[in-house]
């Protein structure tokens, strides 16, 4: 088991490793909520799912649908 651990920590220190700390918090309160994988994860930084998510945001706060 701890070998599994130290692969995850791993991959998810080089996945968080070019990203700034508010990017950073953002996608891990994400990927707790939702419970991503760490490959959903990495899908979902890779995608920019932060932009889309601010997109919606602004739109849904300028009444547009």
Do not use: C, M
């Amino acid at each position: 088991p701890d070998i599994v651990w130290h692969f995850v920590l791993v991959s998810l220190l080089r996945t968080f490793k070019h990203i700034n700390k508010d990017k950073r918090s953002f996608y891990e309160k994400e990927a707790e909520k939702a419970g991503w994988s760490i490959k959903e994860l990495k899908r979902q930084i890779s995608t920019s799912h932060i932009s889309r998510i601010k997109i919606v945001d602004k739109a849904s706060r300028n009444g547009i649908e």
